[in-house]
């Protein structure tokens, strides 16, 4: 594999990583608007303030590596938001700790991971091994908030 692929494989887990950022920035803020449950709204809050910080820094390293990022969400995380708009009251609350909590901290989790272990660039690996822990305690959050939903 040539070096432009690796940079390339680098971009899409970068462009992967502060699409993941966005789509629980913006899950979190119509939860912060649909639910009526405190739980599910510090949760959310929670989601916004370490998920904007996550994705203010991935932004400044897609900027410094110059790596073009696509406008909003991508496609998969569009369609979680458009299956969560529409619901309200508890079903809302149980689809988005279910999905944007636990399912999307799921694959987080498995990103980071990845780009820990394939990435070349030392600054992505950097950051993976930095948010981590956070993603890995926001997983377990979630959980418990979809344990507490039954």
Do not use: W
């Not at 909003?72 to 458009?82: C, L, N, P, Q, R």
């Not at 990845?114 to 660039?121: E, R």
């Amino acid at each position: 594999m040539d070096a432009s692929k690796l940079v390339r494989a680098d971009s899409k887990m970068l462009v992967d990583v502060v699409e993941a950022n966005r789509a629980e920035v913006a899950a979190g803020k119509l939860a912060l608007e649909k639910s009526q449950n405190a739980d599910v709204k510090k949760f959310a809050q929670q989601m916004i303030d370490d998920h904007g910080k996550a994705l203010t820094e991935a932004e400044a390293l897609a900027a410094a590596k110059n790596v073009k990022l696509p406008d909003g969400i991508g496609v998969k995380h569009k369609a979680k938001e458009a299956t969560l708009k529409p619901l309200s009251g508890d079903l809302f609350d149980k689809q988005y700790a279910k999905h944007a909590g636990v399912g999307d901290h799921e694959a987080t989790v498995k990103l980071l991971k990845s780009i820990q272990k394939d990435a070349k660039d030392p600054d992505l690996k950097a950051m993976a091994t930095k948010v981590l822990p956070t993603v890995e305690h926001h997983l377990m959050m979630a959980k418990e908030l979809v344990a507490a939903r039954k």
